[in-house]
């Protein structure tokens, strides 16, 4: 019998590897939080695969999600990263990740990591839906609301409620998975 999945993991070996690994695991490390937040950004008006298929290149192009160098970047690197072929090249959105970087050091310098102001949102706790087809999960729901108007507040760009839905998601503070996946029952433990 053939494994079930997420009807949107279809297509490419990527896509599949993301959602058998990645997409809905909880994280909860500041640079891989930030990295998704990012990515989430880059990938408005684009496919998730697009940016999927460009994410090691993002990765060497953004020094690793170091987000300390990341809120450093000056113009010079801003140039630099719009010759770079490997990334999605919009300066809106290079610009962001810097003023994204700024405001998660903010988040830090406050005494508290990116992982615990966010998990915070949740009690440190999953939120599962149980969803049996796509079309019936939300693209944003009132925590991305609230997430989305919180970081905006702080000077975060690219953050509105559905990018922010995309990134929960994906970071496992909400776990989308349908009822039918398999990941849905190994996350939850269910046989």
């Not at 999960?137 to 690219?158: A, C, V, Y």
Request: hydrophobic share 40%.
């Amino acid at each position: 019998m053939a494994i079930q999945r997420c009807e949107w993991a279809h297509g490419s070996q990527a896509m599949l590897d993301y959602h058998d690994h990645v997409w809905g695991v909880p994280v909860h490390d500041d640079r891989t939080l930030f990295e998704f937040l990012i990515l989430e950004g880059f990938q408005a008006g684009l496919s998730w695969s697009t940016i999927l298929n460009k994410q090691e290149n993002f990765r060497k192009a953004f020094d690793n999600w170091d987000i300390e160098k990341v809120a450093h970047y000056d113009e010079g690197k801003i140039s630099s990263l719009l010759q770079d072929p490997g990334i999605v090249r919009n300066r809106l959105k290079i610009k962001a990740a810097i003023t994204n970087a700024q405001g998660v050091l903010n988040i830090q310098k406050e005494g508290s990591t990116f992982d615990q102001w966010l998990w915070a949102y949740t009690g440190f706790k999953t939120i599962v839906h149980k969803a049996a087809k796509f079309s019936d999960l939300p693209t944003h729901d009132e925590l991305s609301d609230m997430i989305s108007r919180d970081l905006k507040k702080r000077g975060f760009r690219f953050v509105g409620t559905t990018i922010i839905y995309s990134f929960l998601q994906a970071v496992g503070i909400i776990n989308d998975h349908l009822t039918s996946c398999y990941r849905y029952k190994e996350i939850n433990h269910e046989h």
